[in-house]
T-cell receptor, first 118, second 119 residues
Framework: QQQVKQSPQSLIVQKGGISIINCAYE??????FPWYQQFPGKGPALLIA?????SEKKEGRFTISFNKSAKQFSLHIMDSQPGDSATYFC?????????????????FGKGTKLSVIP | GAVVSQHPSRVICKSGTSVKIECRSL??????MFWYRQFPKQSLMLMAT?????????EQGVEKDKFLINHASLTLSTLTVTSAHPEDSSFYIC???????????????FGEGSRLTVL
């Protein structure tokens, strides 16, 4: 049973365009939703994360939109650059409470391979 | 920021041998470390949760006698793939959570991964 569904599997965006990756979850107990960026042969790196008490979080060119009622969240990359070409994973975890920005046992989406062409 | 170091980054071994992968938290104490396995073009699959000073908790379907995990200190966890076979070839990634407290976020940090190839 896949608890976090991610789409699309791959995405090609023109330089300067907006990249949008979507995730949907089933477990309503999830309370922490991070996005990770992974380059080939490297471990994932935390990009941005959100909690369900806010509907949007922006950090530079990266924005998470969160829809609690629909159990969906998405990553928007504005002004996409070739250096953004990587695989992006959404994830979710539960049981964080108010302990801080910690991420405990993560459930990952299947990943989206983003290619930004010049 | 906090750094998690994995070693070796690449290892090639013969079938039947054992391989040890180390995961170190360099500038924080990690009471909990996680080990993941990633096949090409696929997502990360949690193998086990490693808690300092206690036995690891393995995910369903992961053989604990095959993948030995030791978390002997607050900065080091090791994964030993015993009697490795070609089907064990994969990218193994660890992550560590710094202990919530003064100056710590409780955030999860990933290592760079270890590519295991079993001939």
């Amino acid at each position: 049973q896949q608890q976090v569904k991610q789409s699309p599997q791959s995405l090609i965006v023109q330089k300067g365009g907006i990249s949008i990756i979507n995730c949907a979850y089933e477990n309503t107990a999830f309370d922490y939703f991070p996005w990770y960026q992974q380059f080939p042969g490297k471990g994932p790196a935390l990009l941005i994360a959100i909690r369900p008490d806010v509907s949007e979080k922006k950090e530079g060119r990266f924005t998470i939109s969160f829809n609690k009622s629909a159990k969906q969240f998405s990553l928007h990359i504005m002004d996409s650059q070739p250096g953004d070409s990587a695989t992006y994973f959404c994830a979710a975890s539960q049981g964080e409470g108010n302990s801080g920005a910690g991420s405990y046992q993560l459930t990952f989406g299947k990943g989206t391979k983003l290619s930004v062409i010049p | 920021g906090a750094v998690v170091s994995q070693h070796p980054s690449r290892v090639i071994c013969k079938s039947g041998t054992s391989v040890k992968i180390e995961c170190r938290s360099l500038d924080f104490q990690a009471t909990t470390m996680f080990w993941y396995r990633q096949f090409p073009k696929q997502s990360l699959m949690l193998m086990a949760t490693s808690n300092e000073g206690s036995k690891a908790t393995y995910e369903q379907g992961v053989e604990k006698d095959k993948f030995l995990i030791n978390h002997a200190s607050l900065t080091l966890s090791t994964l030993t793939v015993t009697s490795a076979h070609p089907e064990d070839s994969s990218f193994y990634i660890c992550s560590a959570r710094d202990r919530p407290g003064t100056g710590a976020t409780g955030e999860l940090f990933f290592g760079e991964g270890s590519r295991l190839t079993v001939l």
